[in-house]
């Protein structure tokens, strides 16, 4: 599989930008202006790219949405470096990424602390950037959607400037104020327009092919993201992949297929990102509007990994892991003969890693029950038979694999 590393940057920018639920665009608008900045600071663009992919995923330590909305709603807060660090390990640990790692660290750390870090001074520099921008961002996000915010620029800049020298270094505070100064600075942040301004922005990048080695850790990489969402949903994608792996290899696949198969299924939650936590989190049945709104998430998954080139087949076995062969599934309501062996074992993988595990409306089921059940859906012609039967024939070994070190 041939996959450009660019494509795979947007598409964890784009996953992480899901944890704002309404509102999905902070960490594009974050690389913008970083990007505005930079070039207002006279800066190569080859740094204004790096500023602009800090920007894009800064914000990659953050999976829960009530994180997310306490980052949008104040200025400074006890705690948030936690974000910094869980994002600076998440990077740090993918090749491709890990330049953007000490950026990401120290993205909440005031310029007057920055000095004493013995932080190297242009990843100094480029995270106090991003610290500015990041909250000029949480100061203008409650006007984005109500057309008003040219009536507050001038309070936001007024409001930052106030920070000079103790949160904001003095000339980046200067060229921030500088590139605001124009309205196209701040209409550019309209979401009609922020698809054009990453597009131009790729526009001249060079074409980096992963290797399948990178590949399956871009892969972990989101599967950690979505996973850091929930307590209840710890390791529930590593999880899945890990039986996924298993039933594959039962089923014959063997070499790259089966890599690709457990990637897609590292990935087949990556829209649950914009499942508000509460919902997650809910001892309750669902609402009607609540199931509406948990319904969206294959279907966001399917958006964001059919983008990236050569995972078109794979973008389809993550989204259709709530499909069912009799065709009451969704998003797609797909019968049998569109739902792929591998998809079928990605769905068997997460019906019984999801029930192994505990829910806030019930404990974790013993293995026997999960088989019951499992033997009920395919009564149902839910789920594929042949796996089942795999399952059955395996049990213990399917409880390891869904529950790694938790069995
Ligand atoms: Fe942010
Ligand atoms: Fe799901
Ligand atoms: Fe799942």
Not at 377 to 385: L, R
């Amino acid at each position: 599989m041939r996959i450009d590393i660019r494509q795979m940057v947007l598409a964890i920018s784009n996953a992480v930008d899901l944890v704002g639920v309404a509102d999905v665009f902070h960490g594009r608008r974050v690389g913008m202006m970083a990007a505005e900045c930079a070039r207002m600071l006279g800066w190569d663009t080859t740094t204004q790219r790096l500023l602009f992919d800090a920007g894009l995923l800064h914000d990659c330590g953050v999976s829960s949405t009530r994180e997310h909305r306490t980052i949008i709603n104040e200025l400074e807060w006890t705690g948030a470096n936690l974000h910094c660090e869980k994002g600076y390990g998440l990077l740090r640990d993918f090749a491709p990424l890990a330049h953007l790692a000490p950026i990401v660290r120290y993205h909440h750390t005031r310029w007057e602390d920055l000095a004493g870090l013995s932080v190297d001074p242009s990843v100094a520099r480029h995270a106090n950037l991003i610290h500015l921008v990041d909250r000029v961002d949480a100061l203008a996000s409650p006007y984005y959607q109500n057309e008003t915010l040219l009536l507050h620029v001038d309070d936001i800049r007024d409001l930052i400037s106030h920070h000079r020298k103790q949160l904001f270094a003095p000339d980046l505070l200067d060229a921030f104020l500088a590139a605001a100064t124009p309205e196209a600075f701040w209409l550019q942040l309209d979401p009609a327009y922020i698809p054009q301004y990453v597009e131009d922005m790729e526009r001249f990048r060079e074409v980096r092919v992963g290797s399948m080695q990178e590949l399956k850790q871009f892969a972990l990489l989101i599967a950690r993201i979505v996973d850091a969402k929930s307590h209840f949903t710890a390791e529930h994608s590593l999880g899945v992949a890990r039986l996924t792996r298993f039933l594959g290899q039962q089923a014959g696949f063997g070499g790259d297929h089966l890599e690709k198969l457990e990637i897609a299924a590292l990935m087949h939650d990556i829209g649950k990102l914009q499942v508000p936590d509460e919902l997650l989190e809910s001892p309750a049945a669902y609402s009607p509007a609540e199931r509406a709104v948990m319904k969206k998430h294959s279907f966001a998954s399917y958006q964001i990994l059919r983008r990236i080139d050569g995972f078109e087949e794979l973008a389809l076995w993550a989204a259709q892991h709530h499909e069912s062969l009799n065709g009451k599934g969704y998003p797609f309501h797909n019968e049998a003969e569109k739902i792929s062996l591998e998809a079928r074992i990605i769905k068997v993988a997460d019906v019984f890693q999801a029930l192994a595990q505990r829910r806030p409306y019930r404990a974790p089921m013993p293995v026997p029950q999960i088989l019951d059940l499992l033997r009920k859906m395919q009564a149902e012609n839910e789920v594929d038979g042949t796996i089942v039967d795999t399952v059955a024939r395996h049990l213990d070994e399917c409880r390891k694999a869904a529950l790694g070190d938790a069995a």
